[in-house]
């Protein structure tokens, strides 16, 4: 698998939808993108060392699962759905894996 650089990293976050919401990391693509120039470099090398490796970190696994309410009475706990929100930086190596498979 090729790796990547700086400017992959950069155009992989501003492709995100901004968003306020984040992760159990607290990160969300509003702060990545504010940040896209700072952290582009010591991304590349953590995500160059999961493609050549082969491994996706266990902690970009995790989720926040969160309930969403659907409709009617706010009581009842049909009327919820979950949602998961994954960490922002699970999103752009999954991106980077994408690109490559």
Known sequence: ???????????????????PSSGY????TN???QLSPLIAHPLSILYNRCITQGYFPHELKAAKV???HKKDDTRILNNYRPIAL???LSKILEKLIAKRI
């Open 1 to 19: 698998m090729t790796t990547t650089d700086e400017q992959e990293i950069c155009n992989i976050i501003k492709s995100l939808k901004s968003r």
């Open 25 to 28: 990391d607290y990160i969300s």
């Open 31 to 33: 702060h990545l993108k």
């Open 66 to 68: 969160i309930p969403i």
């Open 86 to 88: 994954l960490p922002s």
